[in-house]
């Protein structure tokens, strides 16, 4: 499972906000270890944070706090680094001598170690409370002081403050996007799926969240109310058991103070802060994981980091009870949430919901009742774009169309449907259809339309129907490697609903691998922003759309092709875009970020050729580069070819970066072979509008409903 | 006594009955979709109007119901009777 040696690289990720104050020491203390590379995350420092890790020589990438998130910041930190360890420290953590050579050592202890953490000790300040609860804390998980190998069954108990993973590990299950405690989630995590951890004494870091009684009793909130979040679990407070759990710890901290001769006058003020302490811990831990109770703008004051986040109320539990070595406290046990599949599950057991009879006619009636279930999304989502362009068009044909976003993790549970319908009007499409988020209000509709293969479940419960569609903009199984989510996602295209798909090659995919109907449909361009804009077209620039997170889109073998046309000639221009962060490139090259349709547009009529590759379905990005004029170069072996033909107005390539930058260079140095493409490619996207696509939506939805009609009776 | 003796006659009223039914069912259909259409503009029209309530998380009939809200209302209710007698009172002088 892993191949890591005492020799593997390393790079550590420190997520930085205003954390000068230890943050000098840490880096040196990191400069004495030697890892190969270190990273700091800065999420909107008003300190000397970036200038300390300037000069220290880290690499420094910068977030808007707004972008920070425990999980998110550091899936980025990891993707950015090239280690195959990667090591993880918190701002004030820094670690002891030998810390680097304890954690390679770690990864050396067992064949699938996926993980390793080590103990935090108290500065020579922390109060006594937190350097007993420390010291206590880490010794039960090692009573002889050596490296213990932690398997499924063991505690779950990981930490963030200073954790080091093995590459591999963490390309397989990622921190989830939580507000807290993503490293209690992936120290659960990790073991179900196979893997071991590593607790080393050795690995050690001074560390202690030394606050004021109040932020203390703050970070408590947060730090349940995560755990609620990422394991459920929920904290018990009584008046008799508080007392008599306050009166035992604080009777600890003097057995403590005591053993290490703490003057009486001492003693007697920290037995004070040590009742104050305890007793706010016991109410903030439980006011936490019971967040969702309490009305936002409490949570956001009971929270140290500002934030009323609040965990479903089911929580998301995913330990047996007293897993979690963290609370000591009496813990109680998790409360078993509905799981992620429930949806599958009922389809599974129950089979489809049965459709309402048909009615003769009603696939010729003028106006039909369309409802689209759709899974959450965020600004600039190209698929959801799709969708709501066709919503649009088709409500301005007459037929009523109902949205209905199905969000069984509420991963956007916040959102409440007004904040998300005026968020589709506002960067997708000027839609009628109101916003439902919640299946339970369902009132019927002549077609239900799913839209993602996690759709195509609830679809398949909802009752009221007369047919079922399903909106196919990419084949989902590529996503995925050989898994469950997988083979679900295979199985939504066996189920009988109407495929309505983005391109001749899903159509294909569609009937012939899965046996079932489609129709395609064309996917538009909004020509009155993509054309040909009137400014001067640059000799030699090439624009690349860069979009790391989304693997399908093969971004190494285009940085490779890149960096071969560079070698060959170093005088183009080369423009990256729609990723937020530069990437590590051996070329320069201007970094655009997230750029809005009308900057592409320009972009796109000044540049000379553009590259865009799918391993999967096309996209419309090759599509608006033609209709500005831009000749582009695509992937040859997948759809591009159904939709553009093998010699049309795309440059086609083999899945190499050798010929793809031979297919750049060509389209650079060929003037007449450049401007046939530029004008097959304006022709080819004329007539590609979203007025044509919805009517191609349309046809294929009446087919479901005449398909419905002329069935054999007994299918019904 | 005719269904007895004419089957084609038979044949035609059980057809035209069959048409009469049809229609009745598409007007029904349209019946069905106008009120549905009408329900969805309603509710989008809501939807537009309640988008601060919705920003803020505010469910107001929730909030309401609250018994510090109810004592809230009760002192509102409370004040606003002197309130309005003293502004009469205030006109009155005025005039």
Redesign the interface.
């Known amino acids: 499972m892993t191949t890591n040696t005492p020799r593997s690289r390393v790079s550590v990720v420190i997520p930085v906000k205003d954390g000068e104050r230890y943050l000098g020491e840490l880096l040196r203390a990191l400069e004495r270890e030697g890892p190969e590379e270190v990273i700091v995350i800065d999420s909107g420092s008003r300190d000397r944070s970036l200038e300390i890790a300037r000069a220290a020589g880290a690499v420094v990438l910068e977030v808007e706090p707004s972008e920070f998130g425990h999980g998110r910041t550091r899936n980025l930190g990891a993707e950015r680094s090239s280690g195959e360890l990667i090591a993880f420290l918190t701002q004030d953590a820094t670690p002891c001598p030998g810390w680097l050579d304890a954690y390679r050592e770690a990864f050396t202890l067992d064949e699938h170690v996926g993980a390793a953490y080590g103990p935090h000790l108290p500065r020579p300040d922390t109060s006594p409370m937190i350097a007993r609860e420390l010291t206590e804390f880490f010794a039960t998980f090692t009573p002889d002081g050596r490296p213990v190998v932690q398997r499924l069954g063991d505690p779950t108990f990981h930490a963030n403050v200073n954790a080091c993973y093995a590459r591999a590990c963490w390309e397989e299950l990622r921190f989830r996007d939580l507000e807290y405690s993503e490293d209690q989630a992936f120290g659960a995590d990790l073991l179900k799926a196979g893997w071991t951890k590593v607790y080393h004494p050795g690995a050690a870091v001074l560390h202690a969240h030394d606050y004021g009684p109040l932020e203390f009793m703050k970070r408590y909130f947060d730090e349940y109310r995560g755990l609620r979040s990422s394991i459920g679990h929920v904290e018990t407070i009584g008046v008799r058991s508080t007392v008599r759990d306050v009166r035992a710890l604080v009777g600890h901290d003097i057995r403590w103070m005591g053993e290490r001769d703490y003057p009486t006058r001492e003693r007697m003020r920290w037995a004070a802060r040590s009742a104050t302490h305890h007793s706010g811990r016991k109410l903030f831990s439980a006011l936490g994981s019971r967040a969702e109770t309490l009305p ?1 703008g409490l949570r956001r004051r009971l929270s140290f980091e500002g934030s009323d986040y609040a965990p479903s109320s089911n929580g998301h539990a995913h330990d047996a009870p007293g897993e979690v070595h963290r609370l000591p406290l009496s813990p109680q046990p998790a409360r078993i949430p509905a799981h992620e599949y429930e949806p599958i599950a009922r389809v599974l057991a129950d089979g489809p919901a049965p459709l309402s009879d048909p ?4 696939a010729d ?1 003028e ?3 369309l409802a689209f279930v759709i899974p959450p999304f965020s600004e600039g989502s190209g698929g959801h774009n799709i969708i709501f362009q066709l919503i649009a068009r088709l409500e301005r044909a007459g037929h ?3 949205i209905w976003v199905d969000d069984p993790l509420s991963h956007r549970a ?1 959102e ?4 998300v ?2 968020g589709v009007r506002e960067h997708f499409a000027d839609v ?4 439902y988020k919640d299946l339970q209000h369902w ?1 019927g509709a002549d077609v239900v339309v799913a839209t993602g293969w996690q759709t195509v479940y609830p679809a398949l419960s909802l009752e009221n129907v007369r047919a079922r569609a399903y909106l196919v903009n990419d084949h989902e199984p590529d996503f995925y490697p050989t898994s469950v989510e997988a083979t679900w996602a295979a199985e939504t295209y066996r189920l009988g609903l109407y495929g309505i798909c983005g391109s001749p090659w899903l159509q294909q995919l569609y009937v012939e691998r899965y046996g079932g109907a489609a129709e395609v449909f064309d996917y538009g361009v909004d020509h009155d922003i993509y054309h040909r804009h009137a400014v001067e077209r640059s000799a030699g620039t090439v624009v690349y759309y860069s979009r790391s997170t989304t693997p399908r889109r093969a971004v190494a073998l285009g940085v490779m092709a890149l960096h071969e046309l560079h070698r060959r000639r170093a005088d183009v221009r080369i423009v990256m875009f729609g990723e937020r962060y530069p990437l590590p490139t051996p070329f320069p090259y201007d970094h655009i970020g997230v750029a809005s349709p009308e900057q592409l547009a320009l972009l796109f009529s000044e540049a000379t050729v553009g590259l865009s590759l799918s391993m999967t379905n096309y996209s419309l990005i090759p599509q608006e580069m033609l209709a500005c004029g831009l000749p582009c170069v695509d992937l040859q072996g997948a759809s591009a070819e159904s939709v553009f033909g093998s010699d049309g107005p795309v440059e086609l390539s083999r899945f190499d970066p050798a010929e793809l930058a031979g297919h750049i260079q060509r389209l650079l140095e060929d003037a007449a072979l450049w401007e046939r493409r530029s004008e097959a490619g304006v022709e080819f996207v004329r007539g590609r509008t979203w007025d044509h696509a919805a009517e191609q939506v349309e046809h294929a939805l009446r087919s479901a409903l005449r398909e419905r009609e002329t069935a054999p009776r007994e299918s019904l | 006594m005719s269904r007895a003796t004419d089957p084609q006659g038979t044949e035609e009223l059980l057809q035209q009955e069959v048409e009469r039914l049809r229609a009745r069912l598409a007007a029904l259909e349209d019946e069905l979709l106008e009120v549905q259409a009408q329900a969805n503009d309603a509710v989008a029209e809501w939807q537009d109007r309640a988008y601060w309530l919705d920003r803020w998380h505010l469910d107001l009939n929730a909030l309401m119901e609250r018994p510090v809200a109810g004592r809230v209302r009760a002192l509102l209710r409370a004040v606003r009777t002197p309130l309005r007698m003293m502004r009469i009172a205030i006109r009155a002088i005025r005039s």
Do not use: D, K, N
């Open positions: 936002p009615i003769p006619g009603m009636r106006r039909l009742h009523t169309c109902s916040h409440w449907p007004a904040v319908r005026a009628r259809a109101p916003v009132y």
